[in-house]
Structures are given as C-alpha cells and as structure tokens.
C-alpha cells in the first residue's frame, strides 16, 4: 500500500509541476496589474508549436547535435511566445487601462479566442504528435516506478520556480516587479519605470506557461489547439488557492491541486469500497478547493487587506 | 445566406400578390410582369447551385472541418463516387443525381441547423447522414416532421430505437460492435479478468456497458468500471489504480486522442493487459500517437473490410485514387454502401419526391459494396458485419476468425 501510495506521489509531482508553473504566470500578473489574464492557457498552447517550428526548422537546415537543437528550440520558444505576451500586453490591454478592470478582461478573453483560432486555422484542429525531448525510460525507485521525461519535468520546474524566487527577490529588476505590485504610484514616484516593470512581467509569465507547454506536450506525446483552455482553468485554480498575486502560493497550489486530483482518483474507489468511481475526481478537488477557501478566503498564502481588492500579495 | 433568399423570395412572392390585387385590371400587364417576378423569385429560392428541374437532388452531411474531418470527408467522398458513376450510366431514370453535401463540424447544433436546411429545400428528396450519434439524434427529430427519408452511418443503438419511421442505418451499431471483441477475447484468447474505462459519454459509457455484458456472458468477470473525463490527458493515477487489480483485458470506451494517450501509459506504467478500443481508435494517428512499439498488439473494432479484402473494394479503390487523386479514407467505402442503399430507393420510388423513397425505403433490398443489405422493422441491416483489427508492425491488420 506504501508503495502504491509513493507512486501516486510520484505522479502528482510532475502534474503538479506542470500546474504550479502556469500558475506562476497568473498570478505576476494578477500581483502587478490586478488583471486576471485570461489568454495565459494560450500562451501554454504555444509553447509545444513554436518548438516544434523552430525544432523541425533546425533539422531542416542540418542542424547541430539534437540535444544542442532541443536546448536551442527551447530557449527561443521562451524568448518568442515572452516577446508575444509583450505586444500582447501593450497593444491589447495598456490602451485599456484607464477603462477600469473589466475591459482588459474582455481583451485578454478575446485575446485567448484570437490565438487559438489562430493555430486551429492555420495548423489545424487535429491533435498533433509531439515527440519526447528526453526518452522516456522507466527508473524503478521507492519501490514504485518512475519515468526520465517525469524527473527531468519535476527537475526543470522546481530550477524554473527558484530562479524565479531569487530573480524577484534578489535583483534590481525584481524590486522594480515588486515595488510595482505594492503601488504604481509610489514606485513611479520613487523613479521606477512601472510599465517596464509590467512589460517584465508579461515576457516572464508568457515565458514559463510556454516552458509548462513544452514539458506537457513531451510528457503525453502530443498537443493539440485546445490544451491550454482545460489546464489554464485548473492553473488558475490552483493560483487562487494558493492564493492568487503570490509567488511561492502559485507553486503551491500548484502541487497541491495535483495532489489532491491524483491522490482523489487513487482512493476514492478504494476507501469507498468502490461506491464512488474515479469519474468524482473533479467534485472531490472541486469540493477540497470550497472548503479551503471557506477558511482562507484569500488562499492559503495570499493576505487579507481592506484596500480595494480583498486580496493582497506581501510574499514577493 | 439561405435564409435571406428565402426573405427575399416571400417580400417578391407579396408584392407579387399585392399587385395582382390591386391592378387586376390592367390584365395582360400586370401577367407580364408576375411571371418575370416569379421567375426571379425561383432562382433566388434555388440559390447558388441551379439544379435542373428533373434533376434528383440528395443531402449529405457529416463533419468535413474539424478534429473529425478524416472519417466525415471519406463518407461523403464515397457517396460522391457513387453518385458520379451513377450519371456516368445515365442516373436514375435517366435524371441525373446532384449530391449536395453540407458541413455539421460534429456539432449538434449545427446539425440541426443543416437538417433544416435541407427540409426547407423542397427538391432535396432524400439525406445520408450524419455521421455522430450525438448529432443525428436531435436531426432525427426535424428529418422525420419533413417526411425525409434519411440513410444513417450513425452508429449508437438508441438511434433506430426512438420510433421514427424515416430512418434506415446499413452499418453495424454498437451492440455488434461491443459484441465481437467480448467474444474473441473470452473464447479464442481465454482472457477472464477485464477492467472498463469508459470517459462518461453516451458513446463511451454505452458500448463499455455492451462489452461487459457480452463478457460476462462468456464467462468472464469485470473486475472494475472506471470513468474519466472526456478531455482527460493524464491517465497515470487511474492506471495506477487498475494495476492493482490486476486485469487481462483493458477495454477503454472513449474518443481521440485519449484512446491513444491511455494505452502510451499504460504500457509506460508496465500494464501488460490487453487493449480494446472502438471504432474512434482505428486511424494512423492512434499509432503514431501510442507509438508502434507501445501500440503493438492493441485490439479495435472497426465496421468495414479492408480495402485490400475482395476484388470489387480493390476497384473501389483505384476509382476513388482516380477521381479525387488520394486512397480512400476510413468511411468511404461505407459512404458509398449507403449512397446505394438510397440510390436503390429512389430507383424503385413512384413519384420522385419525399413521399415516394420513403415508401421504398424500409422495403428496399440492395446487394451493396459491403455485402448484402436488407432492413428490419427499426429499420436494422438484419446481416450488418463488423471487423476486429489488431495493430502489427505499426498497421492494423484484419483478424481472421
């Protein structure tokens, strides 16, 4: 039963990975703009197509070792889909800023409609096979089994997650992120260039979901136009119970949402002698989620404040 | 579009009328003028493909854009075969046939929007289609209220079962389909031990509950039902879970690509049991997607014959690489069966209209590309086959009996 339950962990690791770095772009951008970025599932659908174009690209052009191009493919995936969320924020949502919060919510759904009809038109619907970065090679470990594509995700998220932490908290451009997300006014005062701290934001978060995307696709072998729709939704959920405009409350919930997704559909039939199926999962973490926010309204991170929003992020 | 012809046509048809009235005794003028504004108003209402008078003009729909597009353009690419060769020898007593196909992009909505569609044109006199269950069953509805015989490739069992009388399906539906891998795994492999994954659709769930009876029935046991959601990626929990009973035989009740997601973990995760899928299952992508080494081995029931199975499907398919310049698809081979199942009777009808096929229809007898077809009372091909396929060497390959 141990071993049954080490290898559930397991797997709710590398989903949980995946859900803690989307995450992650909700909620920056939620901290600096109080806007709820609803396009941020499209940036996660990104990520798998731009790498495949820039990959097969490579091949195309003779290439150099495939783990050179693969790294190569991956770093310009970030630079590309981060420098799209970058023109996306300035073309879509800074002209509607003084229009309140609901207009650049519309955007960002509009924006969000756009992209994936955009890949839907121009690649197609189909869902497309994506091959896998690292081979897959199941590693026997705690008395369960693990595969190579899993520990590098898990690998590749957490160094992904402490980069960002120490990025945000330890240099000059972190401050600027943070001193924005306390008060536009104050930091602009203060000399900071906010909507360069904004610009930041929107090349970073945009950056890690097309990261998250490519991890996904070459976790279930393939991507399709759709993908990012469902798990942006359950990123976004997992933000909020972390408690949405904190950092270490995104990674949080992230792991946290995959636990309890997993571990629901590994012991609802058993404890409940079969009674309940696995087809609960979603009312059970849905229930789980209901519950938390009853006592921490704010997430299990995020803070409490009287000012405008109900919602506040100190942990930066 | 078709909607502001029709407008149109009744703003000309009033005005029409409203002349008439007023001006009556202007006579031979106004006449002049009345036959000019209704020969307008008609070739608006035919709109913008003008069917000759006695042309015969049959429906056809299934989705050609979308996840789905492969298996609906195949279907409506074989009924178009069909239809071609038919005019080639001169059509139907001696009209010619104009097939005119139209999207439902696997969306019940659109569906009915189509069904419509073609009910409101009084010359299209019979329909192939559709091709998903889930959206013939709220067309059935408007096709049956038009009195519009309609030739199902649908394949959910409730669907004959609903009590309209305009409906026929040659294709085999999903008793026959979870009937057939239950009997070959219980009697010719022994397996005795099986695990269901269905993702909660009407589909899914049905045709895993099919397969369980028929199972049980064989003697063997079911060791756990597990559902899914329909647009699940990650399966690794669940599968956990079901290595814990231990099965034989894993049938999985769902679409694509969670058919091809489930068995990649599966055999990730070391489950040696054996896979069954359905019809959904039986495409290139399922291979490509599991990968061939993984896909090794799964089992997939599939309605139709390979094309390299007799010598008149051989043909069928150098017609079609003739014609449209690539092998046919899954379903086009059973789109051309139906398209003589309708031919067939419209050939033996009275009076070319809606009335006259559908007084043939359930009647109607046809020796098809796919073997004999004859319909009983629900309006069931009494002898509809079905194929069981195994994956080898990255193909599927037709299991003999």
């Known amino acids: 039963m141990l071993d049954y339950l080490l290898q559930q962990l397991i797997f709710a690791l590398a989903i949980g990975a995946i859900y803690g770095l989307i995450a992650l772009g909700y909620t920056m951008v939620y901290g600096v703009m109080r806007l709820i ?8 659908m990104l990520g798998p197509y731009v790498y495949t174009f820039i990959f097969s690209g490579f091949i195309g052009l003779g290439g150099l070792a495939p783990a050179l191009d693969s790294v190569i493919a991956i770093v310009a995936s970030f630079v590309i889909v981060g420098l799209l969320g970058v023109a996306i924020e300035r073309f879509a949502y800074r002209p509607l800023r003084a229009y309140g919060r609901l207009a650049p919510m519309l955007s960002a759904l509009g924006m969000s409609i756009v992209l994936q009809s955009a890949v839907r038109v121009t690649i197609g619907p189909q869902p497309e096979h994506f091959p896998a970065i690292v081979p897959s090679q199941p590693i026997a470990a705690l008395g369960g089994m693990v595969t190579t594509v ?89 933000a909020i ?22 571990l629901g559909t590994a012991f609802l039939p058993l404890i409940s002698g079969g009674l309940i199926g696995t087809e609960y999962r979603d009312v059970f973490a849905f229930a789980v989620l209901i519950l938390i926010l009853l006592f921490k309204p704010a997430g299990l991170l995020g803070e409490t404040v009287s000012e405008e929003t109900t919602v506040a992020k100190k942990d930066y | 579009m078709k909607k502001l012809e ?9 005005w029409e009328f409203r002349a008439t009235t007023l001006d009556n005794e202007r006579g031979i003028f106004m006449n002049r003028t009345r036959v000019l504004l209704s020969a307008v108003a ?112 649908a394949t959910n069992p409730e669907l004959m079962r609903m009590g309209f009388k305009t409906v026929v399906r040659p294709v085999a539906n999903d008793f026959v389909q979870g009937a057939l891998p239950a009997k070959y795994v219980t009697e010719k492999l022994g397996l005795k031990k ?56 894993v049938y999985m009740g769902a679409g694509m690509p969670q058919l091809a997601l489930f068995l990649k973990q599966m055999r990730e995760q070391g489950l040696k049991a054996q896979f069954i899928g359905p019809d959904i299952g039986f495409t ?46 899954p379903y086009a081979s059973l789109g051309f069966a139906n398209a003589q199942v309708m031919a067939a009777a419209v050939e033996k009808a009275e009076t070319l209209d809606r009335e006259g096929v559908l007084a043939q229809l359930h009647g109607v007898t046809v020796d098809t590309l796919l073997g004999p077809v004859a319909f009983d009372d629900n309006g069931e091909n009494t002898t509809a086959p079905m194929y069981l396929y195994v994956v080898k060497d990255g193909k599927f390959e037709l299991v003999k009996e």
């Open chain 2, 6 to 14: 029709k407008n149109f046509t009744k703003m000309l048809l009033g």
């Open chain 2, 42 to 153: 008609l070739l608006l209402a035919t709109g913008a493909m003008p069917a000759a008078a006695d042309d015969i003009v049959l429906g056809g729909s299934a989705p050609m854009s979308g996840a789905q597009a492969e298996f609906g353009q195949s279907q409506i690419d074989g009924a178009q075969l069909y239809f071609d060769q038919l005019n080639e020898k001169g059509g139907i007593k001696g009209n010619k046939v104009v097939f005119r196909a139209l999207d439902d992009r696997a969306d019940p909505r659109q569906g009915t929007l189509v069904a419509q569609q073609f009910c409101d044109d009084n010359a299209v006199i019979g329909v192939i289609g559709h091709m998903n269950s889930g959206v013939t069953m709220p067309a059935l509805d408007i096709y049956s209220e038009c009195g519009m015989p309609q030739v199902v490739p």
């Open chain 1, 150 to 238: 899993q520990l590098g995700i898990l690998a590749a998220a957490i160094l992904l997650m402490v980069g960002m932490a120490l990025f945000v908290n330890g240099t000059r451009l972190g401050i600027w992120i943070r001193a924005a997300s306390e008060s536009w006014t104050t930091s602009s005062l203060l000399g900071i260039r906010v909507n360069r701290a904004v610009s930041l934001v929107f090349f970073i978060g945009p950056g890690l979901g097309a990261m998250a995307g490519i991890m996904y696709a070459s976790y279930y072998g393939i991507m399709q136009p759709t993908m990012g729709s469902v798990i942006g939704l359950k990123a976004f959920t997992a």
């Open chain 1, 241 to 262: 119970l972390g408690g949405i405009g904190s950092i270490p409350g995104a990674m949080l919930g992230g792991f946290l949402l995959g636990a309890i997704e997993t």
């Open chain 2, 194 to 249: 099986a695990v269901l994954v269905h993702d909660k659709t009407v589909f899914g769930q049905g045709i895993a509950g099919v397969f369980k009876d028929n199972f049980e029935a064989g003697g063997g046991t079911v060791a756990g039902t597990f559902g899914a959601n329909p647009e699940d990626v990650d399966f690794s929990a669940l599968i956990a879970s079901i290595k814990l009973q231990n099965p034989d035989v």
């Open chain 2, 284 to 329: 290139v992508d399922f291979i490509t997607q599991v990968g061939a080494a993984s896909a090794e081995g799964a089992l997939m029931t599939f309605q139709l014959p390979p094309y390299d199975s007799s010598p008149e499907l051989k043909d069928f398919a150098e017609r079609h690489q003739a014609r449209f310049g690539r092998a046919p698809g």
């Open chain 1, 37 to 44: 970025n609803f396009a941020h599932g499209e940036f996660f």
